[in-house]
T-cell receptor, first 113, second 112 residues
């Protein structure tokens, strides 16, 4: 089945220790998104890629970076995680043309100790 | 930018009753309105969506209505079942724009 896959599902990192979250998709969608979702809140868009074009949200901290080496993969790098970065990180994809549904992965729950 | 408000934040209904969740949006250019269901520990899943050229859409027990003039849209779930218990998010975006704004979510509990 075509899908959005996120690894790992649970990640524990130490305060200040860089961490990378991974997302892959078999939908061949042009657009990939990263969202941060804190407990009992709506997903908050961090940035998205339209093919290789990177689009950062104005209020996304510099501590968050992303890479998209090819159509299928996208990575979220947190350079120096703080306690406030503990959250669920959701990856999503969508096509550029036609329907604009976003397809979400299961998320990675990040804990910062 | 777009601002989406969602009410209520929590909703508890008896199995078999109907549930209604309402959202308003601020940007009149928004033209795509999806609803997502998020179960505990999982990513949001699209359950129904509506585009601005349509006033209502139904899919079995789920329906969405859109009032463009008033800039609000609603999710209606009939004959609720315990498995409908989840957090529901509305969202709004502009077709051709990859920026989707979510409401704050509604935690629906269906009591057996």
């Amino acid at each position: 089945d075509a899908m959005v896959i996120q690894n790992p599902r649970y990640q524990v990192t130490q305060f200040g220790k860089p961490v990378t979250l991974s997302c892959s998709q078999t939908l061949n969608h042009n657009v990939m998104y990263w969202y941060q979702q804190k407990s009992s809140q709506a997903p908050k868009l961090l940035f998205h890629y339209y093919d290789k074009d990177f689009n950062n949200e104005a209020d996304t901290p510099d501590n968050f970076q992303s890479r998209r080496p090819n159509t299928s993969f996208c990575f979220l790098d947190i350079r120096s995680p703080g306690l406030g970065d503990a959250a669920m990180y959701l990856c999503a994809t969508s096509r550029v043309t036609g329907p604009y549904e976003q397809y979400f992965g299961p998320g990675t729950r990040l804990t910062v100790t | 930018g777009e601002n989406v408000e969602q009410h209520p934040s929590t909703l508890s209904v008896q199995e078999g009753d109907s549930a209604v969740i309402k959202c308003t949006y601020s940007d009149s250019a928004s033209n795509y309105f999806p609803w997502y269901k998020q179960e505990l520990g999982k990513g949001p899943q699209l359950i129904i969506d509506i585009r601005s050229n349509v006033g209502e859409k139904k899919d079995q027990r789920i329906a969405v209505t859109l009032n463009k003039t008033a800039k609000h849209f609603s999710l209606h779930i009939t004959e609720t079942q315990p498995e409908d218990s989840a957090v529901y998010f509305c969202a709004a975006s502009i077709r051709g724009n990859n920026d989707m704004r979510f409401g704050a979510g509604t935690r629906l509990t269906v009591k057996p």
